[in-house]
């Protein structure tokens, strides 16, 4: 089956300091990556969505200076949490896409982001 | 705007009984994916079952079975013999043609042994 990782699986960090995720897809090309967010006891909501070799296209109210994404390969898309703040502590899903996956994505196990 | 709504914030079942889990959903496409993924304790997002839109007949996936009804915007999941390992969040997804998922609030369901 196609499977997602998400690099690291949980990172503590100062604030100020700049944090950055890893989302891979180990056995498939990923056409379309997707990065969600989800706070404690809540839904998964998707901050953005990047193409391969494309600008990410941000939802709004996502601060795209705030939260970076490249999307450099068919198996990697980052996401780069800048100057992080207490406020951004969440946990962090990638998923990915592929053109022939009947509309389905496949999630990462997800990153818990700590900022203190 | 799409908005999915999940009106059972949690829920609980005796092991080998049946459970329903209820979605709505608002839309003006006619094109769109209706999605049930499951998230255990480890957080990691496990696809439980499928319905395009245009299929008329209910999605079924072992124990899994849905009930579409898409004039009603309803999309209920049914998890008959529930186990022990059901235990999990659920969220209701729907997916338009830009291939964008909204997921609703969620319902927590407890197996009881």
């Known amino acids: 089956g196609a499977v997602v990782s998400q690099h690291p699986s949980w990172v503590i960090c100062k604030s100020g300091t700049s944090v950055k995720i890893e989302c891979r897809s180990l056995?498939?090309?990923?056409?379309?990556m997707f990065w969600y967010r989800q706070f404690p006891k809540q839904s998964l909501m998707l901050m953005a969505t990047?193409?391969?070799?494309?600008?990410?296209?941000?939802e709004q109210g996502v601060e795209k200076d705030k939260f970076l994404i490249n999307h450099a390969s068919l198996t990697l898309s980052t996401l780069t949490v800048t100057s992080a703040h207490p406020e951004d502590s969440s946990f962090y899903i990638c998923?990915?896409?592929?053109?022939?996956?009947?509309?389905?994505?496949?999630f990462g196990p997800g990153t818990r982001l700590t900022v203190l | 705007a799409q908005t999915v709504t999940q009106s059972q914030p949690e829920m609980s079942v005796q092991e080998a009984e049946t459970v329903t889990l209820s979605c709505t959903y608002d839309?003006?496409?006619?094109?769109?994916?209706l999605f049930w993924y499951k998230q255990p304790p480890s957080r990691q997002m496990i696809l439980v079952i499928r319905?395009?839109?245009?299929?008329?007949q209910n999605a079924t996936e072992n124990r899994f079975s849905v009930n579409f009804q898409k004039a009603a915007k309803s999309f209920s999941l049914k998890i008959s013999d529930s186990q022990l390992g059901d235990t999990a969040m659920y969220f209701c997804?729907?997916?338009?043609?830009?291939?964008?998922?909204?997921f609703g609030s969620g319902t927590k369901l407890n197996v009881k042994p």
């Open positions: 998923s990915a896409q592929t053109s022939d996956s009947y509309n389905e994505q496949f």
């Open positions: 056995d498939f090309q990923a056409t379309t």
């Open positions: 990047s193409n391969e070799g494309s600008k990410a296209t941000y």
């Open positions: 839309t003006s496409e006619n094109n769109y994916y």
């Open positions: 319905q395009e839109a245009y299929k008329q």
């Open positions: 997804a729907f997916m338009k043609s830009i291939n964008k998922f909204y």
